[in-house]
């Protein structure tokens, strides 16, 4: 069975700042990760993905994440945030085979302050 | 390309009822999700849909709950005898069969909120 523990429920920055979101997963197979972001009130956006090759990955709005399969860690980076970064941020994880359900961790509250 | 998109967003509904939600996913995608999101937590998997073929249900998904994909378009999600339990944030989403990276890449709806009173 697959799990995600994603480690600060919340994390509260001041603009410009930059910023880590630590997210750590259990598999007993290999995975494909993914980082998606929820503003109020409306669904889950895909920010950046992870199925092979470097492990360091870009995605959009200026994040990047790094795989580390040693560590079974997927952190999600932002250099500078903005207040519009302002959002609920969710680690997923799949098996890799097209068509499988993501499990989700409970998500991390990102709060950027002037 | 006009996005998955969720009807009703909201659905205030009295406990003992039956609700309804549809889901469109995107046009050229041929598999659907359904996901539930209660507060303070992220979307638990419920149902999966490879065109009309409903191939995983999760066993979140109790016999209130049954979900369609009647024409390989567009699904529904209903709840019979809905209980306060069962308010929480339903999501759809797709994903395409193209292959490739792209396959993985599911796409999400804004949701039906649905609070049972």
Redesign the interface.
Known sequence: AQS?TQLDSQVPVFEEAPVELRCNYSSSVSV?LFW?VQYP??????LL?Y?SGSTLVKGINGFEAEFNKSQTSFHLRKPSVHISDTAEY?C?V?HPQ??????????TTLSVSS | DTGVSQDPRHKITKRGQNVTFRCDPISEHNRLYWYRQTLGQGPEFLTYFQNEAQLEKSRLLSDRFSAERPKGSFSTLEIQRTEQGDSAMYLCASSSRTGGESSYEQYFGPGTRLTVT
């Open positions: 995600v494909y998606y009130n409306q669904g889950l956006q895909l993905k199925l969710f997923a799949t097209a068509g499988t359900a993501l499990i989700f961790g409970k998500g």
